[in-house]
C-alpha cells in the first residue's frame, strides 16, 4: 500500500471514483435533460421571435401601405384645394370685372344724364334769352297797328289749325 503515499495516485483514485458516483446517480443524464431543455426553450424562443418579427414586418408593410395612402390622399386634398382656390379667384376675377362694367355703365348712364341735362338747361335758358330778346323787341318796335295785324294772324292760323 505504498501507493496510497503518492498523492497523484491518490487523487485519481478519488477522482474515479467521484466520477463513477456521478453516473451511477445519472448525473450526466440530468445534466443532457437540462441542456436539452435549455436547447429546447431556445428553440422556442427563436420561433416565438420569429414569429414576432414576421408580424412586425407585415405590420411595418401595413403601416407603410396606410402611410402611401395618406400620402396620395393628402396630395388630392392639395390638388382639391388648389384647385378651388383657382376657381375661386377666377371667379372673384369675374365679380370684379362684372362690378367694374356695372360702375363704368352707371357712370355712363349717369354723364349722359347730366348731359341731358345741361342740354335741357341750354335750351331754357336759350328759350328764355330769345323770350327776352323778341320782348325787346317787340316792345321797341312794335306799335298798336302792327299788334293788332299780329293778332288778327294768330287767330286766323289757330282757326285753320283747329277745323
Known sequence: MSFLYDTNIVVAIAFVIFVGFLIYAGVPGKIAKLLDDRAD??????AEARALREEAQQILASYERKQQEVEQLA????????????????????????SIERRIASAKDQIASAEAGAVREVKDRAVEVAIAAAQDVITTQMDAARASDLIDSAIEQVGAKLH
Open 41 to 46: 426553450k431556445i428553440k422556442a424562443d427563436l
Open 75 to 98: 396630395a388630392e386634398i392639395v390638388s382639391k384645394a388648389k384647385a378651388e382656390a383657382q376657381q375661386n379667384a377666377d371667379a372673384a376675377k369675374a365679380d370684379l370685372a362684372a
